[in-house]
């Protein structure tokens, strides 16, 4: 079946520094993946998605690239802000189904 | 629109009670989910409907769990009886189809969640 995993948090950046956050799927034919965060004491928000190989998406400064070779899709920003602290999360859809499949979601912290 | 809109926002119960969770979806979505979110197990689908037809509801952890969607514009679910172990946020989600197509990118909106805790 459908599955997402992302690299374990907490992170702790300070601010202006570069974020990565890995993750990886395992999925038949060709999902569509997508990055949501969710802010304190709020629900999750859709940050960014693709839905083909070599897709880019972008928002916000974050940027993901949908790689098919290595089966993942990498969330960076190249000069986090104290407001991107939140949890992250990873997931995919498949091209025929409307449910989502997340990953475990990390936690980032940017201290001023 | 406000959004999807989740009541009660917060829950404090004792186990072996009734647990109503409500949600209203975004006008003219024609898909809700419900998903819980606890430490231990991340986000986890529970059910999800399409025109108020429950899809798939493996998700369901027990037959104490029932969803039910009546009309197009509320949905609930609950938990009859309720235990310690159900403590956790619930979250709705809805989505648009844009028809029968899917449009392989199924973007959800969702409500603020709604933090159960069973004593």
């Known amino acids: 079946g459908n599955s997402v995993t992302q690299m374990e948090g907490p992170v702790t950046l300070s601010e202006e520094a570069f974020l990565t956050i890995n993750c990886t799927y395992t999925a038949t034919g060709y999902p569509s993946l997508f990055w949501y965060v969710q802010y304190p004491g709020e629900g999750l928000q859709l940050l960014l998605k693709a839905t083909k190989a070599d897709d880019k998406g972008s928002n916000k400064g974050f940027e993901a690239t949908y790689r098919k070779e290595t089966t993942s899709f990498h969330l960076e920003k190249g000069s986090v802000q104290v407001s991107d602290s939140a949890v992250y999360f990873c997931?995919?859809?498949?091209?025929?189904?409307?449910?989502?499949?997340f990953g475990a979601g990390t936690t980032v912290t940017v201290r001023a | 629109d406000a959004g999807v809109i989740q009541s009660p926002r917060h829950e404090v119960t004792e186990m072996g009670q009734e647990v109503t969770l409500r949600c209203k979806p975004i006008s003219g979505h024609d898909y809700l989910f419900w998903y819980r979110q606890t430490m231990m197990r991340g986000l986890e689908l529970l059910i999800y409907?399409?025109?108020?037809?429950?899809?798939?509801d493996s998700g369901m952890p027990e037959d104490r769990f029932s969803a039910k969607m009546p009309n197009a514009s509320f949905s609930t679910l609950k938990i009859q009886p309720s235990e310690p172990r159900d403590s956790a946020v619930y979250f709705c989600?809805?989505?648009?189809?844009?028809?029968?197509?899917?449009?392989?990118?199924?973007?959800?909106?969702f409500g603020a969640g709604s933090r159960l805790t069973v004593l």
């Open positions: 997931a995919l859809s498949d091209r025929n189904d409307y449910k989502l499949s």
């Open positions: 409907f399409n025109n108020n037809v429950p899809i798939d």
């Open positions: 989600a809805s989505s648009y189809s844009k028809g029968h197509i899917p449009s392989g990118a199924n973007v959800l909106t």
